[in-house]
């Protein structure tokens, strides 16, 4: 079945440093989606992408979708405390189908 | 984007009983899912909630443990069946509108704890 890999698995950063994570897929994606959530919380949708080698930007978050659509990315530019949480993509190969979610990245900036 | 609600919102049950939890959305959505989260880890399908017909269950998960009712595109319920220490987790629900571009949304979750 997909599998969907999501790496690092943590990641530590300084206040004002940059973050990424990545997401790989064994199967072509049709689209891909990007939540986030907070300690204590439940995941919250960010974005959805779904062309071949789009980016999409939030604010000081940026995200890509693979030429293959089998990959993407999650940047945030000079993280801030308020950004911290877990980051999950999730793929999905067929329009209707269900998406499978990466094991998340789990984020902590120190101010 | 749909509003979900979930409740209970936790609880604290003995082994060997059953705990229902129910999800309710405040729009029409044709796809429900219900997921198990352990703390600090990934969320894992259990099952998806089909209206009027059996839910689909994914490897590993089986209506016995779990069972599922659907009878609106607005409403469902997983069951949490002959309850163990194992059951404890955080169970999701989740909703999304049949589509291409349609996201998933999230309950608060159910913070299940079995003594």
């Known amino acids: 079945g997909q599998q969907v890999m999501q790496i690092p698995q943590y990641q530590h950063v300084q206040e004002g440093e940059d973050f990424t994570t990545y997401c790989n897929s064994s199967?072509?994606?049709?689209?891909i989606q990007w939540y986030k959530q907070r300690p204590g919380g439940h995941p919250v949708f960010l974005i959805q992408?779904?062309?071949?080698?789009e980016v999409k930007k939030q604010k000081r978050l940026t995200f890509q979708f693979g030429e293959a659509k089998k990959n993407s990315s999650l940047h945030i530019t000079a993280t801030q405390t308020t950004d911290v949480g877990t980051y999950f993509c999730?793929?999905?190969?067929?329009?209707?189908?269900?998406?499978?979610f990466g094991d998340g990245t789990t984020l902590t900036v120190k101010p | 984007s749909a509003v979900i609600s979930q409740k209970p919102s936790r609880d604290i049950c003995q082994r060997g009983t059953s705990l229902t939890i129910q999800c309710q959305v405040d729009?029409?959505?044709?796809?429900m899912f219900w997921y198990r989260q352990q703390p600090g880890q990934s969320l894992t399908l259990i099952a998806t909630?089909?209206?009027?017909?059996?839910?689909?269950?994914e490897s590993g998960f089986v209506i016995d443990k779990f069972p599922i009712s659907r009878p609106n595109l607005t409403f469902s319920t997983l069951t949490v069946s002959n309850m163990s220490p194992e059951d404890s987790s955080i169970y999701l629900c989740?909703?999304?509108?049949?589509?291409?571009?349609?996201?998933?949304?999230f309950g608060d979750g159910t913070r299940l704890s079995i003594l």
């Open positions: 909630a089909n209206q009027g017909s059996e839910a689909t269950y």
């Open positions: 729009s029409q959505v044709t796809m």
């Open positions: 199967t072509t994606l049709s689209n």
């Open positions: 992408l779904v062309k071949s080698g």
């Open positions: 989740s909703a999304r509108t049949y589509g291409s571009n349609q996201p998933q949304h």
């Open positions: 999730a793929g999905r190969n067929t329009n209707a189908g269900k998406s499978t």
